[in-house]
């Protein structure tokens, strides 16, 4: 289920749709005046896996997390650098086909605790499905690539993208679902203050 924060703008609006476009089965649903617990127990009852609930900052959206039902855990991620499909040189229709995933340079413990949550979000492709997702990590951003391909000949293909297109950073993981946030025990959280001498990487290096 894809919802959005409280009173989204039009932007955030567009850009939850275009995140239903991207996991095959998706619904997504108006916030409205319901509250977390709300949406949480609505999930649930109707069978919901995940709940993808994404946030902006005047009208820029800048943040998604992530809860896996029932009992999580729930995944936060900043957003930046956001391109939404209409921004996207030569657009095309969204393939209803199920994705096949590729994730890049997530190595290290927490980096397979991140692509084990989000790989989850998607079903089991066809193998001749011709759409692909990539989660591509550098220096801990991980970059969101949708993609189409054909094949030009036996060992040339092309790719054309669909969108959207956006950077992702991890902040935080908690055990728990979305309406215990408080109360869950944090299994990971980004520090913004670290050795600077050299440089930690959270998702490559362990």
């Given amino acids: 289920m894809i919802t959005t924060s409280r ?23 108006n916030r409205g005046k319901h509250d977390i ?28 997390v992530v ?5 999580g855990p729930t995944a936060y991620f900043t957003l930046s650098s956001v391109v939404m499909r209409h921004d996207v040189p030569g657009l095309m ?6 994705p096949h995933l590729i994730f890049h ?6 980096g397979r ?22 989660f591509a990590n550098q220096d801990d951003y991980i ?16 790719l054309t993208e669909v969108g959207p297109r956006f950077e992702m950073k991890l902040f935080r993981i908690k055990l728990g679902t979305l309406e215990n946030e408080k109360s869950s025990e944090t299994e990971w959280c ?7 001498a050299k440089k930690k990487r959270y998702l490559s290096i362990e």
């Avoid at 809860?67 to 009992?71: D, E």
């Avoid at 229709?93 to 199920?98: K, L, P, R």
């Avoid at 340079?105 to 927490?110: E, G, V």
């Fill in 190 to 196: 980004w520090h913004s203050f670290t050795n600077t």
């Fill in 105 to 110: 340079n997530l190595t290290s413990r927490l």
């Fill in 37 to 64: 617990p709300e949406l949480v127990s609505a999930c649930r009852a109707s069978g919901v896996t995940d709940l993808v609930l994404v946030h902006e900052h005047r009208g820029v959206p800048d943040a998604l």
């Fill in 93 to 98: 229709t969204v393939s209803e086909a199920h």
């Fill in 113 to 134: 605790r991140v692509t084990s949550i989000l790989k989850y979000l998607f079903p089991v492709p066809r193998e001749d499905s011709k759409r692909v997702v990539t």
């Fill in 7 to 29: 009173d989204p703008s039009a932007k955030l609006k567009q850009f939850a749709k275009e995140v239903k476009l991207i996991f095959p089965g998706s619904q997504r649903m």
């Fill in 67 to 71: 809860c896996h039902l029932p009992f």
């Fill in 143 to 158: 970059s969101f690539r949708h993609h189409v391909y054909k094949k030009i000949d036996y060992k040339n293909i092309e």
